[in-house]
């Protein structure tokens, strides 16, 4: 230790910093990795990130394949350059100012109607937009706009493939890092003329403290990565708000009217599904109800009649959807439980447009199930649960859950 200045310097010297470099490259390499992942995840242009903007800012005007107060948007990228709808979407105003003859001529078709300007729309938004709009085009036309159930015409696989792709090419890197490291320094051994340190087997390095370091970050990261994607894919379905076929307003007729939720959705109180009111309950009332608030509102009256007349039904796009796997009655919450729909749905009769109001997920009913004292004391439901009953009257326990007959066992709610 004491002669190490003048001795030349020793292989594993070398070598430990060599595998600095090593280390500090690995690292680098990392967080960039994990800055641009990061980057394209939040910033991309997607056609997710254009569907809440669309909802948000289009939808009160626009539809794919309908006229609206606005043209249908459909292949709307085959008629015009993306520099054209750049310019259009920001400052439909300026463009027509400039003298741009298809602005004009839009304009004019439309009446000289005045699209709003969207001045602080990024490129990327506009892109994202625009790119939702094309996948929608592409979705088979008498599907309404945001579509069947969890399929927006969004693949919301992409994030995850692009994860593992990414975690797939850090592992080979590490890989070949290590292999490389090994040589260099057989490579720095020989040089130097020292023998050969005994090698350790492979398989010690994969239980080294290194390397379990190396494993909890990646676990982290992966599970980081994996809450956050699937919080997104929650977000998604919570106040879902698929177009419909007709304008229906649950606040005009729930609230405004006063309509009881069981004159039109009778099978909530006797069965496992809620239902949709067929067209013949709409025409109890519609038959003498001829317009509505608003000329909008006259012609969807009119698309009622239509839908009468022709004897079609009316093709609602369901809002609300539990994977296939799993098992919920209404009978069982409404009349068993006395759960108020507003509980499950929210402030229905204040709703404009309907939209999915709780997340629908596993935790949602369960902490319910958990929380939430059962109308046990005087409910004919419950009599077969002698023991609970004991206990009730006996003052043993002083509230019953859900969970406590049996509410968060799987079989419960899984076929
Ligand atoms: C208040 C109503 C309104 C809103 C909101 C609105 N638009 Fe428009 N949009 C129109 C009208 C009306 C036209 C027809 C041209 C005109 O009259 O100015 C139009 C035209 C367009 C066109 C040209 C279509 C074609 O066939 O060339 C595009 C593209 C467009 N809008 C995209 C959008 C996008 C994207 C949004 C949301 C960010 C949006 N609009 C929001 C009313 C609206
Ligand atoms: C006049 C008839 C009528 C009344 C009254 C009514 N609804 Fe509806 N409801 C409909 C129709 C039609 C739809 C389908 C169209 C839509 O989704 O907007 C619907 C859809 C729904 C949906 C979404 C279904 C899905 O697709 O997942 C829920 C939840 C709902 N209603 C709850 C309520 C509640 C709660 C009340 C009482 C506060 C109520 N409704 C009152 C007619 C009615
Ligand atoms: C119990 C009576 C009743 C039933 C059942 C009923 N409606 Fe209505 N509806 C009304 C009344 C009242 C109005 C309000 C008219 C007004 O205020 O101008 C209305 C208005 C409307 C409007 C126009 C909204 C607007 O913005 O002006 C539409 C669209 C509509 N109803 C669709 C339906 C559909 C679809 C059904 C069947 C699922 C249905 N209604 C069932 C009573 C009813
Ligand atoms: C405990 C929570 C809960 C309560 C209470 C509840 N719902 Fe639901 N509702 C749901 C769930 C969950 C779904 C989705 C069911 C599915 O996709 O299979 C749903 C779906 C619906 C649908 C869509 C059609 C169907 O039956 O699947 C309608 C309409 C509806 N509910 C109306 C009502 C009305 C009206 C009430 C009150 C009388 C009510 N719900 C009470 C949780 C609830
Ligand atoms: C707002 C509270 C609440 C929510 C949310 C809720 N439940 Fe329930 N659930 C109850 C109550 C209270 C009961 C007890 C009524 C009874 O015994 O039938 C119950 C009973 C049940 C039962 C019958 C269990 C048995 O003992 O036979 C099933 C199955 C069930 N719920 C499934 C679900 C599913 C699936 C969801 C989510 C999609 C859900 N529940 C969401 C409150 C809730
Ligand atoms: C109170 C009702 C309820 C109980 C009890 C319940 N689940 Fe679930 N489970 C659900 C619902 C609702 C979903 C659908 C969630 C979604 O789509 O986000 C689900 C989804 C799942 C999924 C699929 C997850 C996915 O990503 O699609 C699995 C696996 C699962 N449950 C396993 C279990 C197991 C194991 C148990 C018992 C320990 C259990 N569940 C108990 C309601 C329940």
Not at 390 to 415: A, S
């Amino acid at each position: 230790m004491h002669s190490q200045k003048e001795a030349p310097m020793r292989p594993d010297v070398f070598v430990w910093g060599l595998k600095k470099n090593i280390s500090r490259f690995c690292v680098f390499f990392s967080l960039s990795i994990l800055l641009f992942f990061s980057a394209t995840v939040f910033a991309e242009v997607t056609p997710e990130n254009g569907q809440k903007l669309w909802k948000q800012y289009c939808t009160s005007c626009h539809a794919i394949n309908n006229k609206l107060i606005g043209p249908p948007l459909k292949d709307v990228d085959t008629r015009r350059s993306e520099a054209w709808l750049l310019s259009w979407i920001r400052n439909n105003h300026a463009l027509r100012a400039s003298g741009d003859k298809q602005a004009i001529d839009i304009w004019l078709e439309y009446n000289k109607n005045e699209m709003p300007a969207f001045l602080n729309f990024t490129d990327d938004d506009i892109k994202s937009i625009l790119s939702f709009v094309k996948v929608q085009s592409e979705a088979p036309a008498n599907q309404p706009a945001t579509g069947a159930p969890g399929a927006d015409g969004v693949t919301s696989t992409q994030p995850s493939l692009l994860l593992y792709a990414v975690v797939g090419i850090l592992v080979v890197i590490t890989f070949l890092l290590m292999r490389t490291n090994t040589v260099l320094k057989r490579l720095a051994y020989e040089k130097l003329g020292h023998p050969l340190p005994e090698e350790r087997p492979f398989i010690n390095r994969l239980k080294s403290r290194r390397a379990i370091i190396l494993y909890s970050i990646a676990a982290v990261f992966l599970l980081g990565f994996t809450i956050t994607d699937s919080a997104m894919r929650l977000g998604r379905s919570k106040n879902y708000t698929p177009e419909q076929p007709i304008h229906f307003s649950h606040e005009l007729h729930a609230g405004i009217n006063q309509i009881n939720c069981l004159y039109c959705h009778s099978g909530a109180e006797k069965s496992k599904v809620a239902g949709i009111p067929p067209v013949s309950t709409c025409m109890n009332c519609h038959r003498g109800v001829l317009e509505g608030e608003s000329e909008a509102g006259t012609q969807d009256i009119q698309k009622i009649f239509a839908a009468y007349d022709n004897n079609k039904a009316i093709q609602w796009t369901k809002v609300h959807n539990l994977p296939d796997h799993v098992y919920f009655n209404h009978s069982q919450h409404v009349t068993v439980g006395k759960i108020a729909c507003q509980t499950c749905h929210g402030p229905v009769e204040t709703m404009e447009q309907i939209y999915q109001f709780s997340s629908l997920s596993m935790g949602w009913c369960i902490n319910c199930h958990r929380q939430t004292d059962v109308q046990f004391a005087d409910n004919d439901y419950y009599t077969m649960y002698t023991k609970l009953h004991k206990d009730f009257k006996e003052g043993k326990i002083d509230r019953v859950t859900e969970e406590m007959m049996g509410g968060t066992e799987c079989q419960k709610c899984h076929y």
